[in-house]
């Protein structure tokens, strides 16, 4: 893939956004974002909204929309209704508990992670090739983008994914988290700092990820599912941009370094989505949390 080149001294992001302090690409002198709108922070649910919209009807070019946190936010996969009622008596009122369509463990979203979604026609280069293989160009992306704030970490190679979790220690099923796969974004010691899922259907691919900025609340989840036992796990296997470098970025400014390398790479970021998806019934986006 086409190498996407941020500078961490060659001059600083000129916007008034809270993403200030942002290295700017090469070449570039001047703020892509029109406002301080796209600099915003979302909800999990309009993520889903977003996510579920771009998906309904055949995908003929990149989309993709990147997202940031305010609160935590339980999410689980398709196949883990089991969890659901639990986690809602055990979560605090009006948390968000979600759904979705896909598969794989369950996500904390909150302040601590920076996460997208790209959506890709059939065709597109990325998404040719095996399954696993659809990780790679998202993967390497996210590498390249933390590499200017001294963050080093690598997408994992599917032929490194075995011993690299034999080396990190009990896997936890239930948790995306929990486990390594073909091009996640891992530190020297192997662990988890951006983890990677797909969703796959006639219209397009889905492919979204998640960056660990700061350290998670692995206590809220592992309580939320009843799951105390596998907390020391979860902190064993993954890590955070802050803890593998002082110059690491904020979430703002991890977000809107994505934006620059998407565009780069995809083209203009798409809508926002919660407007566009406000034709989606709640029950699609969410399970409500209810005392």
């Given at each position: 893939?086409?190498?996407?080149?941020?500078?961490?001294?060659?001059?600083?992001?000129?916007?008034?956004?809270?993403c200030a302090g942002?290295?700017?690409?090469?070449?570039?002198?001047?703020?892509?974002l029109p406002s301080r709108q796209e600099?915003?922070?979302?909800?999990?649910?309009?993520?889903?909204?977003?996510?579920?919209?771009?998906?309904?009807?055949?995908?003929?070019r990149?989309?993709?929309r990147v997202w940031t946190y305010e609160t935590p936010a339980v999410v689980l996969g398709c196949s883990q209704r089991a969890y659901l009622d639990g986690a809602r008596a055990r979560l605090a009122p009006g948390m968000e508990l979600l759904q979705r369509p896909?598969?794989?463990?369950?996500?904390?979203?909150g302040p601590w992670m920076v996460s997208c979604s790209v959506v890709l026609p059939p065709s597109h280069p990325w998404v040719?090739?095996?399954?696993?293989?659809?990780?790679?160009?998202?993967?390497?992306?996210?590498?390249?983008?933390?590499a200017p704030w001294g963050v080093a970490a690598r997408a994992l190679p599917p032929d490194q994914v075995a011993a690299a979790n034999a080396r990190g220690g009990p896997v936890v099923p239930w948790a995306c988290y929990g486990s390594l796969a073909p091009w996640e974004v891992v530190d020297a010691a192997g662990r988890k700092l951006v983890g990677l899922?797909?969703?796959?259907?006639?219209?397009?691919?889905?492919?979204?990820?998640?960056t660990l900025v700061t350290p998670?609340?692995?206590?809220l989840l592992c309580q939320a599912l009843d799951q105390q036992g596998d907390e020391a796990a979860l902190r064993a296997r993954t890590v955070s941009c802050a803890e593998l470098s002082a110059r690491a970025p904020d979430a703002q400014q991890m977000a809107s370094a994505l934006r620059v390398a998407l565009t780069q790479t995809l083209g203009e970021e798409a809508g926002d989505g919660a407007g566009e998806a406000a034709d989606y019934p709640a029950r699609q986006a969410t399970a409500p949390n209810r005392p």
């Open positions: 893939m086409a190498s996407i080149v941020l500078h961490s001294h060659a001059g600083l992001h000129p916007c008034a956004h809270p942002l290295p700017v690409a090469a070449g570039g002198s001047l703020c892509h600099c915003a922070i979302t909800t999990a649910a309009q993520e889903h909204r977003w996510n579920q919209r771009y998906m309904q009807t055949a995908v003929t990149p989309y993709w896909s598969g794989g463990g369950a996500v904390l979203c040719q090739g095996r399954l696993p293989d659809s990780y790679q160009g998202l993967g390497q992306l996210h590498a390249q983008v933390l899922a797909q969703r796959r259907q006639r219209a397009g691919v889905l492919l979204v990820a998640g998670p609340d692995w206590a």
